[in-house]
């Protein structure tokens, strides 16, 4: 049983042989886990159940079903331009200038409304394909990093192991999978989502080492490596609390410069002991304790 005291030791040693690269890599983690964002799906969910009720309507053999909301956007719209028509009318000739700039200036008015609609919409729609398809791939490798580096100098190349290779959209896609599975369980109370994010823990991880696993494999997994842990690993982030507040006293510099990488170090430390647990060998380095021949007879087949 692995104990905080043993994993943040060695975490250290991990540390120190390679800080000037494990800070630069934490730094850039750092960094992009600020830019994600997210949607409110909850309050979508909620507004699906007030949608005004639609009304059908019949004109010889066309029929349409027109909502209350659009039907009614339809009469404002045409009071308007009824509006607009009855004061070009009474207008005379010298005054056509200033009505017809007032019109303009009044309907640019209800289009950029609509245009900043869509532009939001758009930056959303963007910041969530960027952390799917971006940051969660540097995820991945921020986890290749730190666990390589466990065991040998690791240069800061490994941060770009996640975009490598043949696996590159299921891993997005598993990661795209755990993030939303954290956040529909989290809609329903707060302790089961901080549950299911110790559940799903070490799914980067699983990925960075074993990028042949399937979404199903990878959750599976990390459930079971986390099974009778998540507690100790809520203790073991919690005993960060201290560097935590030296973090915020000093504007982050402490954060940059040491807590950062010291906790990624440690995770990466915390991983390589729980898979041992569901008897994951092979990976990055061959099992130690088996010879390189047992190495082979049990490298790791997900499929198997």
């Keep these: 049983m692995w104990t905080r005291q043993e994993l943040k030791a060695r975490a250290k040693i991990a540390f120190r042989q390679n800080y000037w690269k494990c800070v630069v890599v934490a730094l850039i ?9 997210g949607g409110n ?58 009505v017809l700039a007032r019109m303009i200036s009044a309907l640019m008015g ?5 245009v900043i609609g869509f532009a939001l919409l758009f930056a959303i729609v963007l910041a969530i ?24 100098i690791t240069p800061i190349g490994e941060i770009l192991g996640g975009f490598r290779g043949d696996r590159y959209f299921s891993n997005a896609i598993t990661m795209f999978l755990k993030d939303l599975r954290e956040f529909l369980w989290g809609l329903l109370l707060i302790i089961p989502g901080i549950v299911k994010s110790y559940e799903y823990r070490m799914i980067p991880y699983l990925l960075a080492e074993y990028p042949e ?27 960060f609390l201290g560097w935590d507040i030296l ?24 991983y390589l002991d ?6 994951l060998t092979g990976g990055f380095y061959p099992d130690p304790q088996g010879g390189a021949e047992a190495s082979q007879d049990s490298w790791f087949n997900p499929m198997a």
């Design 29 to 37: 983690l750092s960094l992009l886990g600020a830019s994600t964002g």
């Design 41 to 98: 799906a909850s309050r979508d969910a909620a507004n699906m159940n007030n949608m005004p009720m639609t009304t059908s309507t019949t004109n010889g053999t066309d029929a349409y079903i027109v909502s209350e909301t659009d039907q009614a956007f339809a009469e404002q719209y045409q009071d308007t331009m009824n509006y607009w028509v009855n004061e070009l009318d009474q207008a005379s000739a010298a005054e056509y200038p200033s």
């Design 110 to 114: 209800g289009i950029s409304i609509v």
């Design 129 to 152: 394909a960027i952390g799917v398809f971006v940051v969660n791939i540097f995820k991945i490798g921020g986890c290749q990093f730190f666990v390589k580096n466990a065991f040998e």
């Design 213 to 239: 696993l399937t979404p199903s494999e990878a959750f599976r997994l990390s459930r079971e490596m986390m099974t009778g842990n998540k507690w100790n690993a809520f203790v073991l982030d919690l005993s």
């Design 247 to 270: 973090g915020a006293l000093t504007l982050g510099i402490v954060d940059v410069f040491w807590v950062a990488p010291y906790k990624h170090a440690t995770n990466a430390e915390l």
């Design 274 to 279: 729980l898979k041992k647990n569901v008897g």
